[in-house]
C-alpha cells in the first residue's frame, strides 16, 4: 500500500475510464498521515538510551537531541522512502511524530504545562489529532482546488 494519501483532486486529474483509481477513504487516510516506521524507531532508541545506566545524567540531554534529529529525518524520510510529494501530508506527519512521542513520554516527560504532565495532555490531544486530521487534510484540498477554479 502506498502512503500516498488519493484525495478527489488526484482522481479527477486522470482521464475517465483510463484508471480505476478512488478517493482515500477517512480511516485509510488516518493511517497514512501516521508515520508508524518512524515512531517505532524511534521509541526504540528512545528506550535504549532510557534504560541507559552508564550515564544516566545524560540520558534527557540524549534523548532531546534524538528527538530532534528523528523529527529533522522525518520529512526527509517520508519524501525519499515513502515518496510522498505532498508537503501538507508531511507536515501532518511531523505533527502526528510529535504527538506520538508527546503522548508516549519522550524527551520532556517530567515536564509540567498549567498543571498537566506532557505525557498526559499529548494522550489527550493525540487522539483528537487523530480523528480530526482526516477532515481537516480533506477541507484543506476542497480550498486549494476551490481557489484553482476561481481563478480561470
Known amino acids: ?3 500516498i494519501i488519493i484525495t478527489r483532486k488526484m482522481v479527477s486529474s486522470f482521464p475517465p475510464g483510463l484508471f480505476t483509481i478512488k478517493e482515500d ?4 487516510t488516518i493511517i497514512k498521515l501516521i508515520p508508524a516506521e518512524i515512531i517505532s524507531v524511534y521509541f526504540a532508541v528512545f528506550n535504549l538510551i532510557k534504560v541507559n545506566k552508564q550515564h544516566p545524567d545524560n540520558n534527557d540531554i540524549l534523548q532531546l537531541i534524538v528527538f530532534g534529529l528523528f523529527l529533522l529525518i522525518t520529512p526527509f524520510y517520508l519524501k525519499r522512502i ?4 505532498s508537503a501538507k501530508q508531511i507536515v501532518f506527519c511531523s505533527i502526528a511524530f510529535t504527538l506520538w512521542v508527546l503522548s ?3 524527551p520532556i516527560e ?3 504545562m498549567t498543571g498537566y504532565s506532557t505525557q498526559f ?3 489527550v490531544i493525540l487522539p483528537v489529532f ?4 482526516p477532515i481537516i487534510y480533506q477541507k484543506t484540498e476542497k480550498v486549494q482546488s476551490s ?4 481563478q480561470g
Open 82 to 85: 515513502a515518496r510522498i510529494e
Open 25 to 28: 477513504p477517512w480511516y485509510s
Open 130 to 133: 487523530t480523528l480530526l486530521a
Open 110 to 112: 517530567g515536564i509540567t
Open 104 to 106: 508516549l513520554g519522550g
Open 1 to 3: 500500500m502506498s502512503r
Open 121 to 123: 495532555l499529548g494522550s
Open 147 to 150: 481557489k484553482f477554479k476561481v
